[in-house]
C-alpha cells in the first residue's frame, strides 16, 4: 500500500501559519480581496517549474496565497495545475464569485467543495446581478452549498469587512451526491479526499504522484456536479426584466426554445 502525505507547494509558509487560498473564475474580483486582506503588500514568486508569478501577503499569524483565475482544477494547463495544487494545500478557501454569472462560477465552488476543504464563499458584484434582473437567495444558496456565503461589491468595499470577520467560519460544503462513497475506497492510498478526488476525475499528475492508476469517471463527476449546479441554481434565482437593459431582455429570449 503507497501511503500519501499531503501535497504542499513549496511556497515560503512559515510554520504554523494556515494557508488562506483565494480562488476564482477569471475577472470575478479576486485581486480586491486579496488586497483588502493583506493590506497591499505581498511577496511575489514564480511558482516551481514555472514562469507564472504567485502572489502571498499575511493576514495576522496566517498567509493568504492568491491563485490564476481558473474554471476548474485538473492539468489542463498552467493555471489550473497551480490552482489546484495551491487549493489542495489549502486550510480554507475563499471563493469569490460573479453574481452575474452565478451557473457558471458555482461549477469551480462545487468542485472545491467536493475536496472536503473548508470554504467561505464571497458573492460578488450582487450590484451587476440586480442590474441584470438577477435576484439571488444568499440565505437559501448557503444552505444547499453548505458553506457561508456573503454578498459583496468589491470594488467598493461593500461586504469586505464581513468576509473579513467571516473568514474563520469557513467550512466543508455539501458534496455532489455519489461522491463520498466512490471516494472511500481511495482513501487509504490517497490520504486526501481533495486528492483522491482528483484521481478519481483522471489527473494524471495526482494519480501519478500517488502511483495510482488514474480513473476514468471524469465525465460522469463532470455530469453529476453540473447538474447539481443547474438545480442549485434554478432554485437561488429569480430573473426579472424589471430593471434589466435590452440586452439582456434580448439575450434570455434568444435561449428561450419559443422565443428563440
Known amino acids: 500500500m503507497n501511503a ?3 501535497h504542499q507547494p513549496e511556497l ?4 504554523g501559519a494556515r494557508k488562506i487560498v483565494l480562488a476564482g473564475n477569471p475577472n470575478a474580483g479576486k485581486s480586491v480581496f486579496f488586497n483588502y486582506l493583506t493590506g497591499m503588500y505581498a511577496e ?7 514562469t507564472l508569478e504567485i502572489y502571498r501577503g499575511r493576514f495576522g499569524r496566517d498567509v493568504v496565497i492568491d491563485t490564476p483565475g481558473v474554471y476548474g482544477i485538473s492539468s489542463f494547463n498552467d493555471e489550473e495545475r497551480i490552482a489546484r495544487d495551491v487549493i489542495l494545500s489549502a486550510d480554507l478557501v475563499l471563493n469569490v464569485v460573479s453574481a452575474p454569472h452565478l451557473d457558471r462560477d458555482l461549477f469551480l465552488t462545487q468542485q472545491i467543495i467536493d ?26 444558496l448557503s444552505t444547499l452549498l453548505g458553506v457561508p456565503v456573503i ?6 468595499k461593500e461586504g469586505l469587512d464581513q468576509v473579513k470577520a467571516q473568514l474563520y467560519s469557513a467550512r466543508p460544503g455539501v458534496a455532489t451526491p455519489g461522491l463520498e462513497e466512490e471516494l472511500a475506497p481511495l482513501l487509504p492510498t490517497v490520504d486526501t479526499k481533495g486528492e483522491a478526488l482528483l484521481v478519481l476525475e483522471g489527473d494524471p499528475a495526482v494519480a501519478a504522484r500517488h502511483a ?4 476514468t469517471k471524469r465525465e460522469e463527476i463532470y455530469r453529476r456536479r453540473r447538474e447539481r449546479v443547474n438545480e442549485i441554481y434554478r432554485q437561488v434565482v429569480r430573473e426579472s426584466s424589471r430593471g434589466a437593459g435590452f440586452a439582456t431582455i434580448l439575450g434570455r429570449l434568444m435561449i428561450r426554445p419559443l422565443t428563440g
Not at 515560503?12 to 510554520?15: L, S
Not at 511575489?44 to 514555472?50: A, E, K, L, M
Open 4 to 6: 500519501c502525505h499531503r
Open 12 to 15: 515560503g509558509i512559515p510554520a
Open 44 to 50: 511575489v514568486s514564480n511558482y516551481p517549474g514555472t
Open 115 to 140: 475536496t472536503g476543504i473548508p470554504v467561505i464563499v464571497a458573492l460578488n458584484m450582487v450590484d451587476e446581478a440586480k442590474r441584470a434582473g438577477i435576484k439571488i437567495d444568499v440565505d437559501l
Open 151 to 156: 454578498p459583496t461589491v468589491a470594488v467598493r
Open 212 to 215: 495510482c492508476p488514474p480513473g
